[in-house]
């Protein structure tokens, strides 16, 4: 039997007819643009999934987090507090915004940035905390909220892993200043291309990324108030992602059954820690992510392999030791929690078109190995 990490041909599969009448709607009208009906309507719908004011569709997960700090005024000079255990993307665009990465370790049953680190590295050049909402959980909300209120910073959540979660009872809106969701194909709610999105509650911050993704002109004619980016979430993506969007909370709550017969099966297993949730978090499971005593890691994936099994790595390498940002000067040690994950997570197939009979032999494979 083979379990794939994803299957988009499934899903896609089942929902033909509505995806086919989608893009004859959008062939029919050539609304491709990024200003048009469909993504406006996408707006609407994920602010009211989301819990937010304001729903700005750009170009990609990466885009809505370079504009969302741009946005913020983050420049050269700042610092922004994040985690280094996370999609290279976190990092990058903090330097694409001429500012500078300051990573902060992340807890070690949750993977998510640590509130304590977070607020230890704090200095008179932070300007933003951007915790990571890993694999599906949003952090420890209520701490960086405290923290950010307490030092007047601003908090921008990184949720492309995290459409759907929740965290105390309260949707993911009602958190920070803003968040960025990616719907790259292979997420919870995932374009036939790239895509993403800024939320936020402050009406300031929605103008100024309504500028900065369409020239700095906000798309009215042919007058620009700042230099800007072309980065729009163009009409086919917005008409396939709203069939898809129909979906989300049912596909969600898939991938967390499944999670739930991970749990039960393989609970109990020497030398395997199962994926941890914060307290009062709603997780949507975006990765089922174990971990492995080191060494082990790469000798379960080669059995899961020989079982049909695809696993991953997310991620092998934090970004503060990535070769790119050594001019930051970070050393092997500065981050041992990060550096440990790295070493240890493992990624089992969890997506919402598994079969019970697929999540079962996973599970039966992982058992085989420990035992
Ligand atoms: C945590 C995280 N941040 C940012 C991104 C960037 O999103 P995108 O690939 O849509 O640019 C991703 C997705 O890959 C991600 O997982």
Same mark, same amino acid.
């Given at each position: ?7 988009? %041909? ?197 103008? %100024? ?163």
């Amino acid at each position: 039997m083979n379990v794939p990490m994803a299957d988009l %041909q499934a899903q896609h599969g089942e929902l033909k007819e509505e995806l086919r009448a989608a893009f004859d709607q959008v062939m029919a009208t050539c609304d491709f643009g990024g200003l048009g009906e469909n993504t406006v309507a996408l707006e609407q719908e994920i602010a009211a999934v989301c819990g937010s004011k304001h729903a700005l569709g750009v170009n990609s997960g990466t885009d809505a987090l370079l504009l969302a700090l741009l946005a913020m005024g983050v420049g050269p000079g700042d610092e922004v507090i994040t985690s280094s255990f996370s999609f290279i993307a976190t990092g990058e665009t903090i330097c694409l915004a001429g500012a500078t990465p300051v990573f902060a370790d992340i807890d070690p049953f949750t993977y998510n940035l640590s509130p304590e680190a977070a607020e230890a590295a704090i200095t008179p050049r932070t300007k933003v905390i951007l915790p990571v909402h890993l694999f599906g959980q949003l952090a420890d909300m209520t701490q960086f909220q405290r923290i950010a209120d307490a030092q007047g910073l601003a908090v921008l959540g990184d949720a492309a892993q995290a459409i759907g979660a929740t965290h105390a009872g309260k949707p993911l809106g009602a958190w920070g200043d803003a968040n960025t969701l990616s719907f790259y194909p292979t997420k919870n709610l995932g374009a036939c291309g790239d895509g993403g999105m800024v939320l936020t509650d402050d009406a300031e911050l929605a103008e %100024q990324i309504k500028l900065l993704r369409f020239h700095g002109s906000g798309g009215k004619g042919y007058f620009h108030k700042e230099i800007g980016y072309c980065s729009r979430l163009d009409g086919m993506q917005a008409a396939l992602l709203r069939v898809k969007a129909r979906r989300l909370t049912a596909w969600n709550d898939a991938r967390r059954a499944n999670a739930g017969i991970y749990d039960e099966a393989l609970s109990g297993l020497g030398g395997l820690v199962l994926p941890c949730a914060e307290r009062g978090s709603h997780h949507i499971y975006h990765q089922y992510t174990v971990r492995v005593a080191e060494g082990r890691r790469e000798a379960l994936q080669a059995h899961l392999k020989s079982c049909g099994v695809q696993s991953a790595i997310y991620y092998p390498l934090p970004i503060h030791l990535q070769e790119a940002y050594a001019f930051l000067g970070y050393k092997n040690g500065d981050l041992p929690e990060s550096e440990r994950a790295s070493l240890e997570v493992l990624s089992l197939p969890v997506h919402p078109e598994l079969s019970r009979q697929q999540v079962i032999h996973t599970a039966d494979a992982v058992q085989e190995f420990f035992r």
